[in-house]
């Protein structure tokens, strides 16, 4: 056998294996299960021609925003949609991160982009605990209840 004739028996083979795979469904179930890894990718891109001083300082904002919400969005994907329910505040932090790596990494710091990071942020932050407070509320204050209930059965003063 020669070299040609191998190549091209790996080469029919190949083509028979993704033939089969394909008709099997693990592309389609590997399509459905990593697609936010296709909006992760051009965010570590961008991140690594940043970082290797090809590209500008203001890249940092799309490639923080990119990461950040492929990681929400694989979340998302692997444990259930349901969770954006939760999740959406992240969004905005999502803008905070990429504001953050401009401001930290980039060649001026501003104050007012502090700000803005700052407040993105808080109000991420606190749309979050509004989130889980309105879903999660009554557990809350049941766990609350029953904790101030044993407190006061514990702490109470004895008669004799």
Known sequence: MNKQSAAVGI??????????????????????VFWPIFILIPGILLHVLYFGRI?????????????VVSVILLIGNWFGWGLMK???PL??????????????????????????????????LILFGITLIWSW???????????????MVTRRPKLW
Request: aromatic share 14%; net charge positive; glycine share 14%.
């Open 11 to 32: 080469t029919v083979l190949a083509v028979g294996l993704i033939i089969l795979l394909g008709k099997l469904g693990v592309f389609a179930f590997i399509g459905a």
């Open 55 to 67: 590209a500008p300082p203001i890249v940092l904002v799309p490639a923080g925003i990119l990461t």
């Open 86 to 88: 939760y999740l959406w």
């Open 91 to 124: 969004f905005i932090f999502a803008v905070a991160v990429g504001l953050y790596e401009y401001n930290t990494f980039g060649l001026v710091r501003s104050q007012y982009i502090s700000t803005v990071v700052l407040g993105l942020g808080i109000v991420s």
């Open 137 to 151: 509320g009554i557990y809350l204050l049941a766990i609350a209840l029953i904790g101030s209930g044993i407190w």
